[in-house]
């Protein structure tokens, strides 16, 4: 018999609110089956399970908080959830509770502020497209308002939902989540900081000479190949892609690479890339561009906030031109890439003007040493000048 | 299609992308990227639903010319064809 859990979606999260099940009692499941949501600081997440079997039944009932760990549905001819879990996180060693995992909300910058729209379920929001209602008439019966599945479904036969009041997006709660990971971060790790400019000639004239014959929904950004450089280059950087426990340090299983996606209306998650080494430049610019569309729509999985190795944080095209990152307990490494920008550049012993970008790295003292930090800064720049190879 | 349906359009396009902001009260000659909030993703999103309702291509090296809500309009309907 095995349990589903109420997961840990980042080292700042200890309990959450189940919000609604999409499976029933008797229900087969299988692996990457979305069997419930949950609200968390960041917003509605579908929770997946990792396990195959039959749900036997639920042990929590909607609208209850519980802590990280609690199960909250028995799963009949599954193997124990632990070490299932274990296996596919990766994550250092996860006896119940879950340990504390990775990212979903990053250091840098400050939420937006001043904007409210009701929070709905995943679920509930294909529901609401596939029967064409407009979420901004329904009122929903879930906690804080979230508009539910079954308040969609109510909609579409015609009845009225269960009156509450909307909830606005609880800035101050993901304020609070963010300041307690950051302060863990700035009272445990000894923090290094290492800084180059990395010239981007050859990686924007192939991106624009790539992009010139494709439609815009097969273009590719920039960040696809920052993403891909510091992803190939983790593969002989090994001690930057891991956690670090009280066992010390544990790399990573693979390179799932926290991406900080900004939220419009508030905040930041930073949701993993799996195995972004072993993706093409194209696979990789696909799931980025879905993964920021479901990171807007509150539409996450709990497998994709769980287990970032590394965070990469990308401060696009019109902001500063370099990000002293915060490292996500309990990961070890945060490589920042800020603005690109146009600068008087030696080429051959002459000035001329090229456009660069300048990468940061912060490291964990406890894992590494500057000297590994800069050779592989040293390792995305060369990646980035042979773009066709990326 | 005329010039105020692409205008029309336009604008319910940067109203997804930036469900919170009322796109309709836009400075006509305002930046886009910086009215709106929006980054190199939803730019890219917005040139892709553009180029599939319309039917056109948008080139990346006609990005500039989407700067603001006047000028992209009045790219979009030369890109058209449309009389004015």
Redesign the interface.
């Known amino acids: 018999m095995g349990e589903f859990r109420m997961p840990s979606l980042g080292a700042d999260m200890d309990a959450g609110t189940l919000v609604e099940w999409l499976k029933r009692p008797g229900d087969r499941v299988k692996r990457g089956d979305i069997v419930a949501v949950v609200e968390t600081q960041k917003g509605a997440i579908e929770v997946d399970i990792f396990e195959e079997g039959v749900i036997e039944r639920w042990l929590v009932e909607p609208g209850t908080t519980v802590p990280v760990g609690t199960p909250l549905a028995l799963i009949a001819g599954a193997q124990p959830a632990a070490a299932v879990a274990e296996a596919e996180v990766a994550a250092p060693a996860a006896p119940t509770p879950a340990p504390a995992a990775p990212p979903t909300v990053s250091p840098v910058p400050e939420p937006?502020t001043?904007?409210s729209?009701p929070r709905v379920s995943p679920a509930a929001r294909r529901l609401a497209a596939e029967r064409g209602i407009s979420l901004d008439q329904l009122i929903g019966s879930g906690p804080g308002g979230t508009i539910l599945h079954a308040d969609v479904e109510r909609a579409a036969a015609g009845a009225a939902p269960r009156p509450t009041t909307a909830k606005r997006l609880d800035l101050a709660e993901m304020r609070r989540a963010i300041a307690a990971a950051m302060a863990r971060s700035k009272r445990e790790i000894p923090h290094y900081y290492l800084s180059t400019t990395i010239e981007l000639t050859r990686s924007l004239a192939w991106l624009?000479e790539t992009?010139?014959t494709r439609?815009?929904?097969q273009?590719l950004?920039?960040?696809a190949l920052l993403l891909k450089a510091v992803a190939s280059a983790l593969g002989e950087a090994r001690e930057f892609n891991g956690f670090f426990t009280a066992e010390g340090f544990q790399p990573g299983a693979g390179i799932h690479i926290g991406t900080a996606i900004?939220i419009?209306?508030g905040g930041l998650v930073a949701p993993a890339i799996r195995d972004a080494d072993k993706l093409t430049l194209n696979e990789l610019m696909a799931q980025?561009?879905d993964l920021?569309?479901r990171a807007r729509s509150g539409a996450l999985r709990s497998s994709e906030l769980s287990d970032p190795t590394i965070t990469v944080t990308n401060l696009?095209?019109?902001s500063v031109e370099t990000v002293f990152g915060v490292i996500y307990p309990p990961q070890v490494a945060l490589v920042g890439f800020g603005m690109p920008v146009e600068r008087p550049w030696a080429v051959a012993g002459k000035i001329a003007t090229r456009r660069v970008i300048t990468a940061t790295l912060a490291a964990d003292h406890r894992a590494s040493d500057g000297h590994r930090g800069a050779l592989f800064l040293a390792d995305i720049d060369h990646r980035l000048q042979g773009p066709e190879t990326l | 299609m005329t010039r105020d349906d692409v205008a029309a359009m336009l604008i319910d396009e940067l109203g997804r992308i930036?469900?919170?902001t009322d796109a309709s009260r836009l400075d006509p000659n305002a930046e886009l990227?910086?009215e709106l909030?929006i980054?190199?993703?939803d730019f890219?999103?917005l040139?892709?639903a553009l180029?599939?309702r319309l039917m056109i291509?948008?080139?990346?090296?006609d990005y500039p010319k989407l700067a603001t809500l006047s000028h992209a309009v009045d790219y979009l309907v030369q890109r058209l064809g449309v009389a004015v």
């Open positions: 937006r001043g904007m729209r624009e992009n010139s439609p815009p929904a273009r950004l920039l960040a900004a419009r209306g980025l561009r920021v569309a696009g095209e019109r | 930036a469900p919170e990227r910086d909030d980054d190199s993703m890219l999103n040139v892709t180029a599939e291509e948008i080139a990346e090296t």
